[in-house]
């Protein structure tokens, strides 16, 4: 049903509602709008606008393809073939993992992205697949109904209040995770914690020919930077780091990130003639997941995306686990629409898939500043298909039959067996890792910040 326009109180009905226009919303909204119900979306905010997270993964294009974006992603993108790895640790050391060279040879590359034009296909997409998606329009409560109906009630940018009922409820408000933090189901992650400080900037010093939109990561003291290009000739530059280091930032963020970038050398060098575009932003308390991601019996609702959990930025992996189960979520919602006895089985298989890929990305991410893992990136081999496989994970392949986790296995066993031979750096990094998983850092400026 169409919303009229106007100041007084207006009633609607839905099939579904989705809270957020990212990625996650606009793909599931589409997806099931296509599948013959009737969704509204709900963003607060008005597209374009800013987001951090450029990097995708080469198998998120199949979505891209699902959707029918395929050619406007690319007409906005930069071709990513790789992910370059640099250590300081090993003595300066870089490797290149190609995706050419994954288990799956079928998808060879990725995109760099601004996410601004991104995020507003993905939107401007569902508007033009038959979604009611509204801009500017917040949701200010939410209830679920003795009748399993749940009825949200939002206030437009003029002040205009919206009363609204659906089926069910989808919420993929990324980092807010406004139900999760209303039903208080939002939980730190007690494994991980990081922070991070970024900006874009121009005149960075990129790689030649096919390697010109790669990223590049970096390892230095306090944990890893990010230089990923843009194809308007920006660069994205980020320090993902330990609390504890960002929490002395005593500086404007530009300063502290100017001074971060002089502790990695390389990364120095690359941006010596740069000029900064924009604020330079910082963000903390990211690593997160929700304790339910779905209501129990009589509350129909489902977290999808960030607004269920995120891990942390290395690997790009946000955007793809948000993208693609955000497809499997619009499988299951009609399902559960047409057979709503069926609903809490089928929930907990999708569940079960989301954490499956989040553990398998997590593993990795946990360790991803030991000294060993730099040692094992640094000086990769592939006996057992075992970087073929690592290659497959940093591609984003988790969830098709392919023997990804066999070979992610071999790794484990590579890692602790290194790990007994490096045991004094190893559990000085198990130590430090452990100290900064208990610190709230409360520098963030970003408007999620304000919510933690």
């Not at 990130?257 to 932003?281: C, F, W, Y």
């Not at 903390?284 to 960030?306: A, C, H, Q, V, W």
Request: with cysteine; charged share 25%.
């Amino acid at each position: 049903m169409a919303l009229e326009k106007g100041n007084t109180t207006i009633n609607a009905e839905f099939d579904v509602i989705v809270i957020g226009g990212g990625p996650a919303g606009s793909t599931f909204s589409t997806l099931l709008r296509e599948k013959g119900h009737n969704v509204l979306l709900l963003e607060k905010d008005h597209h374009p606008r800013f987001h951090i997270g450029e990097s995708l993964l080469p198998m998120t294009l199949p979505i891209f393809e699902k959707l029918g974006v395929s050619e406007q992603v690319k007409e906005i993108g930069i071709l990513k073939y790789g992910a370059e790895f640099n250590s300081q640790l090993e003595n300066n050391k870089s490797e290149t993992f190609y995706f050419d060279f994954a288990l799956d040879r079928g998808h060879p590359h990725a995109y760099g992205v601004r996410r601004s034009e991104f995020d507003e296909i993905l939107f401007r997409n569902a508007i033009d697949k038959g979604v009611d998606c509204r801009e500017g329009t917040r949701v200010s409560n939410v209830v679920f109904n003795p009748d399993n109906t749940v009825t949200v009630t939002a206030i437009t940018k003029d002040g205009q209040t919206l009363q609204l009922a659906c089926q069910f409820l989808v919420d993929a408000s990324g980092r807010e995770s406004l139900l999760s933090r209303r039903k208080k189901l939002k939980k730190k992650s007690k494994k991980h914690n990081s922070a991070a400080i970024f900006g874009h900037f121009e005149n960075v010093v990129r790689r030649s020919g096919k390697d010109e939109g790669n990223i590049s990561i970096y390892w230095f003291e306090h944990g890893w930077f990010w230089m990923i290009p843009l194809k308007d000739g920006t660069m994205s530059v980020g320090a993902v780091c330990f609390p504890e280091y960002l929490k002395t930032r005593d500086c404007p963020p530009d300063d502290f990130l100017q001074h971060t970038i002089n502790m990695a050398p390389e990364v120095a060098e690359r941006m010596k003639d740069s000029t900064q575009v924009g604020e330079v932003r910082a963000t903390g308390n990211f690593t997160y997941s929700s304790s339910r991601m779905f209501g129990k019996p009589g509350e129909n609702y489902l977290l999808i995306g960030d607004a269920y959990a995120f891990i942390d930025p290395v690997f790009s992996s946000g955007v793809h686990i948000a993208m693609s189960g955000a497809v499997s979520a619009a499988e299951i919602i009609d399902a559960c629409l047409m057979k709503p006895e069926n609903s809490q089985n089928l929930l907990k298989q999708y569940k079960s898939k989301i954490d499956d890929a989040l553990k398998t990305f997590s593993w990795l991410i946990h360790r991803f500043n030991s000294p060993v893992i730099h040692k094992l990136f640094m000086a990769p081999g592939n006996n057992f298909r075992i970087q073929e496989g690592i290659i497959s994970l940093l591609a984003g392949d988790l969830y098709r039959d392919t023997p990804v986790k066999s070979r992610l296995f071999m790794f484990k066993i590579i890692y602790y067996v290194m790990c007994l031979f490096h045991f004094p750096g190893t559990l000085a990094s198990y130590r430090r890792r452990k100290r900064n998983i208990r610190i709230i850092f409360s520098g963030g400026t970003t408007a999620q910040d304000m919510l933690d």
